[in-house]
Structures are given as C-alpha cells and as structure tokens.
C-alpha cells in the first residue's frame, strides 16, 4: 500500500475516532447554557493537523461536523458552522505553525495560539450566531459572553491542548511503527 493510500485511510480513521469521541462524550459545563458541552474530538482533529497538515485538518474537520449535523447534532446548521468555525480555530496555528518547524516548542507555541484563537473567535461567533440559533435577543447573549462562553471557551481549548499534546507523540510512534506513516527523516 503506497502512502497516499496509508494517509486516506488514517484520516478516515481520524474522523471516525472524532466523530465516537463526540458522540459517547458530551460533558456540559454551564447549566445555563446546556448547548455548551466539552467533547473531546478537536484533539484528534489537532493530531491530525500535526502529522498531515492544515489543509487535512480542514478536511477532517468539516467531514466530522457534516457527519454529526445528519446523525446527533440537535443544534441543526448553524451548529455545524460553529462546531468547524471553533475547530479550525483551534487546530490550524499549530497545523501550520508545526508543519513550517517540526519541534516541540513550535507545536506548544502553535497550540497555544490556537487556545487564544478559538476564544476569540468563538465569542466573536457566539455574538453573532447565538441569538439567531437559540431565539434570545442579542443584549441577553451579550451578557452571557464575559461569565459563560469565555470560560467555555478557555476551558474546552485548553483541555484540548494539553491532551493533544500528552497524545501526540506516543500516537505518532505507533503510526510510524506500524508503518502507516513514514519515519520522520523519510
């Protein structure tokens, strides 16, 4: 199987991971805001920017959220844009940080931007999405921005950060030891 075979098939696999750890893990996390849960699958998505590259994130990424808009989403369109818009946030400072200098401290660094990145832009999101998806009128979800989506927000990037980067490694080891991925100097 040459590697372009290998790599179809590990970000197929990708999706199908993310897509189970979005659909057994959903942990809310403010009770005022049930529609907020953390669910762990930017952390695959995150791995898979790291070994392929930001263009296969998005891929990936979009392909998880479609999947999940037509089986579990209970939040309908709008809730795919923002599940992709807060994911390719996160994932694509490292993604391309990472594929430019392949060391640790660029992948930290492009994580940790992509922690401040997906608040950012997921209060931004919240803002203008918000009160058209849940029918509240724009100042409500204005004063729910500073006590309730930023420290979603915070909170999901950053556990997401670290368990990316707790994984990373011993999952490229066996990716490469079982020859799915080709060895760093290849």
Not at 9 to 23: K, N, P
Not at 66 to 94: K, Q
Request: charged share 10%; with cysteine.
């Amino acid at each position: 199987m040459n590697y372009k075979t290998k790599k179809i098939t590990t970000m197929a696999m990708m999706v199908a991971i993310s897509f189970v750890m979005v659909s057994l893990i959903r942990i809310p996390i403010f009770p005022a805001a049930p529609f907020l849960t953390y669910e762990p699958k930017d952390v695959i998505i995150a791995i898979a920017g790291f070994a392929f590259g930001p263009v296969e994130a998005i891929i990936i990424s979009v392909a998880v959220s479609l999947i999940e808009l037509f089986t579990i989403s209970a939040t309908g369109l709008w809730g795919c844009l923002m599940n992709i818009l807060s994911t390719l946030a996160f994932v694509l400072p490292g993604a391309i940080l990472y594929r430019k200098n392949k060391t640790r401290k660029m992948a930290w660094i492009g994580i940790g931007i992509g922690v401040v990145c997906m608040t950012l832009t997921m209060l931004l999101w919240n803002y203008l999405v918000t009160p058209i998806y849940m029918g509240y009128p724009r100042e409500a979800v204005a004063a729910m921005l500073l006590p309730i989506f930023l420290p979603f927000n915070l909170i999901k990037s950053v556990l997401n950060a670290v368990f990316t980067m707790l994984l990373y490694k011993p999952l490229m080891r066996v990716l490469r030891r079982t020859n799915i991925l080709p060895e760093r100097n290849a």
